[in-house]
């Protein structure tokens, strides 16, 4: 897993609540048996203005002009910022995929679906929950000056950039750990091998009907 | 002891151990697979040279890319989409290769992960179920902890039948009385998704309990636990009575004989006790729930079939009122339209979430002697696994099916999410029994109304939608 200690990079204002799964990554592109490729197809429906399909030439593709990531500078943008319930709907881990393909590093929401949260650590990017109020000053503040760049430093956690603000967030300290380290979980745990064991002996005992 | 809700215990018995920030080391009972959110899971352990930890607690299945239509006997020959059936066939050969019981495309067992766990006694009281899809919360009515997890987890669970897990909060979604005649699980469920919203459960597990959960069938209790997730819950979970464990009784991976009984006297416990703390409470009157029906893109925008189309100028919320028009210009609705106004293209009875025998037989009852409306292009019936179709043609339900001129399909996630070749062109309108309504969620451009199975079998017929009450 790639490690997350600082970014900085520019900010996209996605403006909805609730952009589910499906809109990340349309399902025809699930088909896929790899990691990767998911990149171009990032809010497919949204980005481009003719259906997609995979093995397509998705560069030829026409794309949707009022998109915001179609745009300059967001284009570029490494950091997305939306509204609550970001990443809701189904478990696809093909939107973290698609999104972090994309060049995504982060994004930051007033809330997200937990499962979309816990598989955004696994291919190290980072969540990030901050208030609705300070989501909205983020979004005014992109108005004003499309380009803003924001630091995210996942050690201090804190993000710089929205004028002198220093704007602060929390991150479960396990996480923070393994994401600043870019540690495998698996790894991780199968240094518990033994009570893992241990614990099946117990239930074995307790609930055999479980085994 | 403390009074600890039926989410503690749960939480409690499959502790492995913790961090000092409270992530938890969880044990996992069981996972389900399927073709779509495994093969970088089984790659990954290729990888890393890396064996299943207990590959009997695993079952596979083939679902979301499987043909409707044409024979099974022709296995994964039968999808012409050769994507799909590189996936499948990618499926096939990691349970193979990794010696993990899998029920292919032609076995009469194949079918939605949601509805074979359970139907298979696979599923248990007091598990700890998981699987790389989000409805897997379903399992969480057979007093289970069930729920879904990305393909990084599904690896993690593969090597070594644990996960990380921070606790949840609890939430108690109390439903008080009876509902009345015509009201399903699936009406109840949406009520309270409309109520709490898609992200009023997240965070929380959600225990569903009250009268109106305790009259409710095994399979209704599965499609109320099966939305959990739309409302934002990554589990919901339903105490164990006398109907689980009969349910659960003789089923081919359930426990027989004495250990039966064991078990069984163990799952009478799985309930919250009396004084049990929960973070969240909320209430429902069953009587006052009517059939539903969604109008935008969330499942949360729904509304009794009598209501109208909802005005977002007179949403106080701008965030909400700006989500609200984007649902009606993607939906083609007008604000202020009734509900029952709305003419539809399209039918789809199916899904994990109403795919069940019960599920069969109440659209049948309603559709009994009567044709689809001609301006109802296709209405399709996708019983959920081929055990379900094979008991609805031994009670003669497809032929009710195909008389009324629906068509009976083979089993498999169909529609629901359009990986397969069935799907709405853009614009189309289809009542739908599945469980997300989300833009181009059943083919790009075309508009979802969820409903419950009676529902959509009456507005195949009406051709717009009607109050199964009066129908
Ligand atoms: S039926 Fe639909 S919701 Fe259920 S598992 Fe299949 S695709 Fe997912």
């Not at chain 2, 600890?4 to 000092?20: F, Q």
């Not at chain 2, 064996?51 to 009997?56: A, D, F, G, L, Y």
Request: aromatic residues 8%; glycine residues 10%.
């Amino acid at each position: 897993m790639q490690a997350f200690t600082q970014h900085t990079g520019i900010v996209a204002p996605l403006d909805r609540p609730n952009v589910d799964t499906d809109a990340i990554i349309p399902k025809q592109y699930l088909k896929s048996i790899h990691r990767t490729g998911f990149g171009s197809n990032a809010f497919d429906d949204w980005r481009y203005l003719t259906p997609g399909e995979p093995g397509m030439d998705h560069a030829k593709r026409a794309k949707n002009p009022e998109f915001v990531l179609n745009q300059a500078p967001f284009d570029r943008a490494s950091i997305l910022l939306a509204r609550e319930n970001f990443g809701c709907g189904s478990s696809r881990e093909h939107a973290v995929w698609a999104l972090d393909q994309f060049g995504f590093r982060a994004v930051i929401a007033p809330s997200f679906a937990d499962i979309f949260f816990n598989n955004s650590f696994k291919s190290g990017m980072l969540p990030i929950v901050l208030s609705a109020e300070i989501v909205d000053k983020i979004f005014k503040a992109i108005e004003v000056s499309p380009g803003l760049e924001l630091t995210i430093d996942l050690e201090h956690k804190t993000i710089r950039g929205l004028g002198d603000e220093v704007i602060e967030f929390n991150v479960d300290d396990f996480r923070r750990y393994c994401l600043l380290n870019g540690l495998d979980d698996i790894g991780l745990t199968l240094r518990h091998a033994d009570e893992i064991k241990a614990y099946e002996a117990r239930r074995k005992v307790d609930a055999p009907w479980l085994f | 002891m403390t009074a600890r809700t039926l989410y503690d215990k749960l939480w409690d018995a499959h502790v492995i151990r913790s961090e000092d920030d409270g992530t938890a080391l969880l044990y996992i009972d069981r996972q389900l697979v399927h073709e779509v959110t495994s093969p970088q899971a089984f790659e990954g352990l290729r990888m890393a040279n890396r064996q299943p930890w207990r590959r009997e607690a695993m079952l596979a299945v083939p679902d979301h890319n499987v043909p409707t239509l044409g024979s099974r006997a022709d296995g994964i020959e039968g999808i012409a989409d050769l994507v799909s059936r590189e996936q499948v066939s990618t499926l096939d050969n990691n349970c193979a290769e990794f010696k993990i019981v899998e029920f292919k495309m032609n076995d009469i067992r194949q079918g939605i992960v949601h509805v074979i766990g359970p139907e298979e006694g696979f599923t248990l009281p007091g598990m700890t179920i998981v699987c790389g899809d989000s409805h897997t919360s379903t399992h969480g009515a057979f007093g289970a902890l069930a729920f879904g997890i990305g393909t990084s987890e599904v690896e993690h669970v593969m090597a070594s039948q644990s996960l990380m897990q921070k606790k949840a909060k609890n939430m108690l979604v109390r439903v008080n009385g009876h509902v009345g005649a015509g009201v399903t699980a699936k009406d109840i469920v949406l009520a309270i998704i409309g109520k709490i919203g898609t992200a009023g459960g997240t965070g929380y597990t959600i225990e569903f309990a009250g009268e109106a959960i305790e009259d409710l069938s095994v399979e209704g209790r599965m499609t109320v636990c099966n939305m959990a997730i739309e409302g934002g819950a990554r589990a919901g979970i339903i105490a164990v009575d006398e109907k689980t464990i009969e349910y659960v009784k003789g089923r081919p991976f359930a426990p027989k004989g004495e250990m039966f009984d064991k078990a069984a006297a163990a799952w009478l416990d799985l309930h919250s006790d009396a004084g049990a703390h929960f973070d969240c409470v909320v209430e429902l009157s069953a009587a006052e729930i009517a059939p539903q029906v969604s109008w935008g893109t969330s499942p949360e925008m729904v509304v009794p079939v009598a209501a109208k189309v909802p005005n977002p100028e007179t949403e106080g919320d701008a965030v909400k009122a700006n989500g609200m028009r984007k649902a009606l210009a993607y939906m083609g609705l007008e604000a202020g339209q009734a509900i029952d106004s709305i003419a539809i293209d399209k039918v789809f009875i199916g899904s994990c979430t109403n795919s069940r025998i019960e599920d069969m037989r109440a659209a049948a009852a309603v559709i009994k002697g009567r044709k689809k409306a001609d301006s109802v292009m296709l209405a399709m019936v996708v019983p959920g696994s081929g055990l379900v179709k094979q008991q609805a043609e031994a009670e003669g339900l497809d032929k009710v099916f195909l008389e009324a001129g629906f068509e009976w399909r083979e089993p498999g996630c169909s529609m629901c999410l359009a990986m397969n070749a069935d799907r709405l062109e853009p614009g189309e309108r289809c009542a739908s029994t599945s469980n997300r309504n989300f833009e181009g969620r059943q083919g790009q451009g075309g508009r979802t109304h969820l409903v419950s199975p009676a529902m959509a079998a009456a507005a195949a017929i009406a051709g717009h939608f009607v109050d199964v009450r009066n129908f």
